[in-house]
């Protein structure tokens, strides 16, 4: 079974940066969307950034300018780069794909930031 693996997560002041990494298991093929999403306690998941096969990205509005993403079809990996970081992108943040109709989530990885 394929799986997702992230990496990354961390404690950073704010102001600062981070950047994860997010790595298919094994090769799939055809992966359309690889995205970022995030999810506090008791909140719902909401998308973070996304970006298709052919490079077409997507963000969630308070994190344009600071956040980018981008993606290795090569590697099947998705990277977020994390710029200017604030305390209210805190949060479990998962990496997601789509092949072929499927979801495949990671597992999460904690971002925490500081005041």
């Known amino acids: 079974q394929v799986q997702l693996v992230e990496s990354g997560g961390g404690l950073v002041q704010a102001g600062g940066s981070l950047r994860l990494s997010c790595a298919a298991s094994?090769?799939?093929?055809?992966?359309?969307?690889m995205a970022w999403y995030r999810q506090a306690p008791g909140k719902q998941r909401e998308l973070v950034a996304a970006?298709?096969?052919?490079?077409?990205?997507n963000y969630l509005d308070s994190v344009k300018g600071r956040f980018t993403i981008t993606r290795d079809n090569a590697k099947n990996a998705v990277y977020l780069q994390m710029n200017s970081l604030k305390s209210e992108d805190t949060d479990v943040y998962y990496c997601?794909?789509?092949?072929?109709?499927?979801?495949?989530w990671g597992q999460g990885t904690q971002v925490t930031v500081s005041a």
């Open positions: 094994r090769i799939i093929f055809r992966i359309n969307v």
């Open positions: 997601d794909a789509e092949a072929g109709g499927v979801r495949i």
């Open positions: 970006i298709t096969s052919g490079a077409g990205t």
